[in-house]
Antibody
Framework: EVLLVESGGGLVQPGGSLRLSCAAS????????MHWVRQAPGKGLVWVSL????????RYADSVKGRFTISRDNAKNTLFLQMNSLRAEDTAVYYC????????????WGQGTMVTVSS | DIQMTQSPSSLSASVGDRVSITCRAS??????LAWYQQRPGKGPELLVY???RLESGVPSRFSGSESGTDYTLTISSLQPEDFATYYC?????????FGLGTKVEVK
């Protein structure tokens, strides 16, 4: 079965850090660009970051640039998002998403992990 | 950044109704547009990519089309499982921006 499973979310104080993980299975992880997308409570989807299949290219939304770092371990089929200097406005469900090799759309999503930034 | 203006933000419909949702791009994106369905408490699912190509396994009552910079998702005959929120997304340029969503509710 093709799966993406996020973990690592939780409650953190403003200014704190969290590291999210996304474990991939059922497909050749190293062939796909990967993304993080977040959704604040009751709000829409917002793209956060991408990483190319070979890790040579990364991009970030302006709102997280300089605070978040995306990475991947192709040997362990895992995607990461290191989040530092967290703010209340970073509170959201964070999804990892697979970019289709032919489509460029996000053809597979995880179930999400909740990050709450609050004192 | 490319802005995606999605309308309506919500609509009420009945089973069997024909429903259309539109996204307008702030600049040209070619056919680099996707539509996603999101049910409460779940991750989104890809319905349509490249404006009009149906993802594998998606029912044929869903279709996508384009006219200029306006992109439309149509559900030809709404089914009970289709009551959900729908998002468009452009992947022509980074950042890969989404519309704000359309919630399809039971009338």
């Amino acid at each position: 079965e093709v799966l993406l499973v996020e973990s690592g979310g939780g409650l953190v104080q403003p200014g704190g850090s969290l590291r999210l993980s996304c474990a991939a299975s059922g497909f050749t992880f190293s062939n796909h660009w990967m993304h993080w997308v977040r959704q604040a409570p009751g709000k829409g989807l917002v793209w956060v970051s991408l990483i190319s299949s070979g890790e040579s290219s990364t991009r970030y939304a302006d709102s997280v640039k300089g605070r978040f770092t995306i990475s991947r371990d192709n040997a362990k089929n895992t995607l990461f998002l290191q989040m530092n200097s967290l703010r209340a406005e970073d509170t959201a469900v964070y999804y990892c998403a697979r970019e289709g090799t032919g489509t460029l759309a996000f053809d597979m999503w995880g179930q999400g992990t909740m990050v709450t930034v609050s004192s | 950044d490319i802005q995606m203006t999605q309308s309506p933000s919500s609509l009420s419909a009945s089973v069997g109704d024909r429903v259309s949702i539109t996204c307008r791009a702030s600049q040209g994106i070619g056919n680099s547009l996707a539509w996603y369905q999101q049910r409460p408490g779940k991750g989104p699912e890809l319905l349509v990519y490249a404006t009009s190509r149906l993802e594998s396994g998606v029912p044929s009552r869903f279709s996508g089309s384009e006219s200029g910079t306006d992109y439309t998702l149509t559900i030809s005959s709404l089914q009970p499982e289709d009551f959900a929120t729908y998002y468009c997304q452009q992947y022509y340029a980074s950042p890969r921006t989404f519309g704000l969503g359309t919630k399809v509710e039971v009338k």
